[in-house]
């Protein structure tokens, strides 16, 4: 018999919604102004911008509200890494992904209130809204206000640099987010996960 | 022995030549450092006067020394002059050689000036500016229809002080910078565009308002590079196009076969990091363009990661599938 628990109240799934989509629209108009052609454009030059600033600034007020909305509410508990046996518990997670789940085996840390990520996606997520998002934000800004980048870092240019590192993560970010949806296939069924993403209703 | 003395004769006109070469080009080398210097001797006496706002002269009527103020328009610095690309010259190789009496005749203010064409035009010499497409392309221009003989070359090219950056300036700011400047005496300056046109300039600011990060392309490309057609046989495009047909697809500039490098890069592809993979490398020896500086490398890491990832998802779903009880 399954158990149901509600892990994700509607300010959480807001949040999650938001950031999907401008994950998605960000991904979309950054692709077609990495690769702007005269031949062929996913997404007008011009508007690509508009829309690619957009999702930017709403993914940065998004970011800000998770930030000081996880604070006070005590969700960030979720994401804050025990590193006592932490590498042990990431190897059987890995391993029930890459062999367990073929065996059948039951997944080595089940779903609960108190631990509502199992090591590997309390792992990723860290690395990806602790680390990967702060920076591409921050080189995102910096491309909205471009006079304020170094001119110069090690004799490249400032915003060759800025370049670099934002579509480095931001294409790092995009295929974490790959991986996010396909896991989220994983469970009782495989629209499961999807589900409680409206409901809030884990199974 | 007429064999030993026709030997040492011909040793002899073999050393001699190339030393007698060697004294052409020094004595033409000296000569022509001599001629500067009697021009600039020569110059000394108008620059006396026209090199300052303020000119000093004996009034016979007076009987006395007069302090009069120089016409904004006939002051010339000597070291702009003498830095500019004409700083050989003497005063009166180009104005009449009457201004050498003071008070100057007052008809030949009325003079006419001399047009790049007439001194540059079909001379070997100046072959590789290619002048004659340069005037063409400038009668073709909305410079000069619009405006007809009223718009001639000094109009944006002052002989006293101009001086060809996109050759002889090594950063590329300077040359936008200098070559800008060049439009915006005209277009942001009231009273030499009443020179020509009626009324008041429209404000470039307001004009470029559709422009994202407009400060950012002002100070990283020239006016040209949106308002010319681009000539692959000049340095610079003089063909000044109607507004209609300006650059307004943000692609021509923001992507690897950027117009950029036809225009602005023209002659700057001689890249130091096109090796390190980067498309139109040349533009980030100074500046970065969005579209047009990718890199190879990346994109195909980037591209063999993506693929990887899809692969190793599709591989994993399949796999559940098989194992599926």
Redesign the interface.
């Known amino acids: 018999m399954s158990t149901r628990l509600y892990l994700y109240p509607v300010a959480i799934r807001v949040w999650h919604m938001v950031n999907a989509l401008m994950f998605l629209l960000l991904i979309v108009t950054g692709l077609s102004l990495q690769y702007s052609s005269k031949d062929l454009e996913i997404v007008g030059f011009n508007l690509a911008i508009t829309l690619h600033n957009i999702g930017g600034i709403t993914l940065t007020a998004s970011y800000l509200i998770f930030i000081i909305g996880g604070i006070v509410s005590g969700n960030m508990k979720h994401y804050k890494i025990k590193y006592k046996g932490f590498w042990n518990r990431l190897y059987k997670q890995g391993r029930f992904y890459i062999y367990g789940i073929f065996k059948h085996e039951d997944t080595p840390f089940p779903t609960s209130e108190n631990m509502k990520f199992n090591p590997l996606q309390q792992f990723s997520y860290v690395l990806a809204l602790f680390i990967g998002l702060p920076i591409v934000i921050l080189t995102g800004w910096a491309y909205l206000f471009p006079e304020i980048v170094i001119l110069k870092i090690f004799n490249l240019s400032g915003l060759l640099v800025n370049d670099l590192v934002h579509i480095t993560i931001g294409f790092i970010l995009s295929i974490f987010m790959f991986i996010h949806i396909y896991l989220c296939t994983i469970g009782p069924s495989v629209k499961n996960t999807f589900k409680s993403m409206i409901t809030g209703w884990h199974e | 022995m007429e064999r030993k003395l026709l030997k040492m004769f011909k040793i002899a006109i073999r050393g001699l030549v190339p030393l007698f070469m060697l004294f052409v080009i020094f004595s033409a080398s000296a000569q022509k450092e001599e001629r500067i210097k009697e021009n600039k001797k020569f110059n000394e006496r108008c620059f006396a006067c026209h090199k300052s706002s303020t000119y000093t002269y004996f009034n016979p009527e007076m009987d006395k020394k007069v302090r009069d103020k120089m016409c904004p328009d006939r002051v010339i610095y000597p070291d702009e002059y003498y830095q500019s690309n004409h700083y050989s010259f003497k005063c009166t190789d180009c104005h009449s050689e009457e201004y050498d009496s003071f008070p100057h005749p007052v008809y030949l203010r009325m003079e006419e000036k001399y047009a790049c064409i007439d001194c540059h035009g079909y001379d070997e010499d100046y072959a590789q500016y290619q002048f004659e497409q340069i005037e063409e392309e400038f009668l073709g221009s909305i410079h000069s229809t619009k405006h007809s003989e009223d718009f001639n070359c000094w109009m944006c090219h002052d002989a006293h002080t101009y001086r060809i950056a996109a050759r002889s300036v090594e950063l590329i700011k300077e040359i936008i910078e200098y070559d800008n400047l060049i439009c915006l005496s005209c277009h942001a300056n009231i009273e030499k565009y009443n020179l020509i046109m009626e009324g008041t300039n429209a404000n470039i600011l307001t004009t470029h308002g559709w422009l994202?990060?407009q400060?950012?392309h002002f100070k990283n490309v020239r006016c040209i590079e949106c308002h010319t057609a681009v000539n692959n046989d000049i340095l610079v495009a003089h063909l000044v196009q109607p507004k209609k047909d300006a650059v307004h697809?943000?692609?021509?500039c923001?992507?690897?076969?950027s117009h950029l490098m036809a225009s602005l890069y023209k002659f700057r592809t001689i890249e130091t990091r096109s090796n390190v993979g980067f498309m139109n490398g040349v533009i980030?020896n100074?500046?970065?363009v969005?579209?047009a500086?990718?890199?190879v490398f990346?994109n195909k890491m980037?591209m063999g990661?993506?693929i990887l990832?899809?692969m190793a998802?599709l591989m994993?779903?399949i796999?559940?599938l098989i194992?599926k009880?």
Do not use: Q, Y
Request: charged fraction near 15%; hydrophobic fraction near 40%; glycine fraction near 2%.
């Open positions: 994202p990060n400060a950012l697809n943000c692609v021509e923001h992507s690897a076969n980030l100074e500046s970065f969005i579209g500086n990718r890199n990346l980037s990661i993506f990832s899809i998802i994993h779903f796999l559940r194992t009880k």
